[in-house]
């Protein structure tokens, strides 16, 4: 099994900035990807960013510019900077990494909200 364990959710003003991270532990061998997904009230969830066990990284065109996924592959950790936070970011987001390309396991989510 694996676990992950979020932190670095909260509440912050437009135009701030937030730092999430993941951290992974159990049977973590076999990663095919890492990423950050999101989901607000009355929406499907949707991909923010990932990125590959070679080092590929894709982002919601919505993200672009704005946020940046980083990873320790020694911490078994994976970042989230989200700079030029917008209202329309909040939202919970949830950890996700991806095993032998097939198999998913999810964070339990931490909520982001971005409001004056």
């Known amino acids: 099994q694996v676990q992950l364990v979020e932190s670095g959710g909260g509440l912050v003003q437009p135009g701030g900035s937030l730092r999430l991270s993941c951290a992974a532990s159990g049977s973590i061998a076999g990663i095919s990807s890492r990423g950050w997904f999101r989901q607000a009230p009355g929406k499907q969830r949707e991909l923010v960013a990932t990125?590959?066990?070679?080092?590929?990284?894709t982002y919601a065109d919505s993200v672009k510019g704005r946020f940046t996924i980083s990873r320790d592959i020694a911490k078994n950790t994976v970042d989230l900077q989200m700079n030029n936070l917008k209202p329309e970011d909040t939202a919970v987001y949830y950890c996700h990494l991806r095993r032998w390309g097939t198999t998913n396991y999810w964070g339990q989510g931490t909520q982001v909200t971005v409001s004056s």
């Open positions: 990125v590959t066990s070679g080092g590929s990284t």
